[in-house]
């Protein structure tokens, strides 16, 4: 009915950039917030940014500067720009967005699968 596919992911050297996508997909009405998490092997999964409909961004503190959170609504996707990046951002990335679809009136928050981003040399 509704999936979130995130991309982007893969192994870079620590100072480099990559940018993650994930793009939302169904019989989708409305989107409201939409974020990025993520989790190293081991640890919780943490929240990274999250992004309103009317782009309005909020960063976790260890974030702030090296990442930026973007949106295009009219693809219903969210993007993850990092920079600077280093060994300890190694972990799953997930995207999260509360949707409305077409025959319900509420939003739901819906997950990604993930996709792994490496940082090493």
């Known amino acids: 009915q509704v999936q979130l596919v995130e991309s982007g992911g893969g192994l870079v050297q620590p100072g480099g950039s990559l940018r993650l996508s994930c793009a939302a997909s169904g019989r989708i009405w409305s989107i409201n917030g939409m974020g990025w998490y993520r989790q190293a092997p081991g640890k919780q999964r943490e929240l990274v940014a999250l992004i309103t409909n009317g782009g309005d961004t909020n960063y976790e503190d260890s974030f702030k500067g090296r990442f930026t959170i973007s949106r295009d609504n009219a693809k219903n996707t969210v993007y993850l720009h990092m920079n600077s990046l280093k060994p300890e951002d190694t972990a799953v990335y997930y995207c999260?967005?509360?949707?409305?679809?077409?025959?319900?009136?509420?939003?739901?928050?819906?997950w990604g699968r993930g996709t792994q981003v490496t940082v090493s040399s």
């Open positions: 999260n967005a509360d949707i409305r679809v077409y025959w319900r009136d509420n939003y739901v928050s819906y």
